[in-house]
């Protein structure tokens, strides 16, 4: 057994009964440009009021397409995470492994004379810069030098190399967002531990948070409609506007 962790998902209402009912099993993995824990399902640790409060203000951000799939409803479920590898980002030894990547990283791109990704705002105002394409490309670039060493160890039958290399199973970091609490605090509003899960085999079970209780029909038809509005609102956003066409 490896570590128990509590974790939660900021969600449609729909998407937590599915999952709490078992009509769906996993959440499916997110491989988004602004996933800046790299690819994984996404889920905060240990706090489900902060996972509620993405997930309202992604319903009321519509335009903002801050998730793959519309909120109508927001909500949050909960996941028992039983992860034995970590790459954790709170510790000095996954510090070490983004230094060593990010060099690598920014070597290959001089190299080829392009420009690196970067860490941009997502939208007007967003001084937190959430889409970290920067980070996303680092961490991908750790789990992929991973599977490498992990390939060699096994192609030259080293057992001990192949045991150390296997694939990180989860990524966590810590997110500093949003305002200072005080003026010279070191704590902002939006602070955070986050979850890129990669292996579903770590879910050992979701369940709903303390007060919350399952939709009965009549509540799940009117979820669903919700869902269908969020997303049309989320599709118009994602059109482009045609330019004039040159008289």
């Not at 392009?114 to 860490?119: D, G, I």
């Not at 997303?231 to 956003?237: H, I, N, P, R, V």
Request: a neutral charge; hydrophobic letters at 40%.
């Amino acid at each position: 057994m490896g570590q128990i962790t509590l974790a939660y998902h900021g969600c449609d209402i729909t998407t937590r009964d599915d999952l709490v009912t078992g009509l769906i099993r996993n959440l499916r993995s997110s491989t988004n440009e602004y996933d800046w824990l790299g690819d994984g399902s996404y889920y905060f640790e240990n706090d489900s009021t902060r996972a509620l409060q993405y997930a309202k203000y992604t319903a009321n951000h519509p335009t903002l397409n801050l998730t793959k799939v519309p909120i109508g409803t927001p909500a949050v479920v909960g996941v028992v995470l039983d992860v034995s590898r970590w790459l954790d980002m709170t510790t000095q030894e996954g510090i070490d492994n983004y230094r060593i990547a990010l060099r690598t990283l920014l070597t290959g791109f001089a190299a080829t004379g392009k420009p690196p990704p970067a860490n941009t705002a997502a939208f007007s105002g967003d001084a937190d810069l959430i889409h970290r394409s920067l980070d996303r490309a680092v961490y991908e670039l750790i789990h992929s030098l991973r599977a490498t060493e992990l390939a060699n160890g096994m192609a030259e039958g080293d057992a001990s190399k192949v045991v150390d290399m296997a694939p990180y199973q989860a990524t966590r970091g810590a997110f500093k967002q949003g305002l200072q609490v005080g003026a010279t605090s070191s704590v902002h509003e939006g602070n955070h531990v986050q979850i890129a899960l990669r292996d579903v085999n770590c879910v050992r079970g979701w369940f709903l948070v303390p007060g919350d209780k399952l939709m009965d029909s009549a509540e799940r038809t009117l979820a669903d409609e919700k869902k269908a509005v969020a997303k049309t609102a989320a599709t118009k956003a994602k059109r482009r506007v045609r330019p004039p066409l040159k008289s």
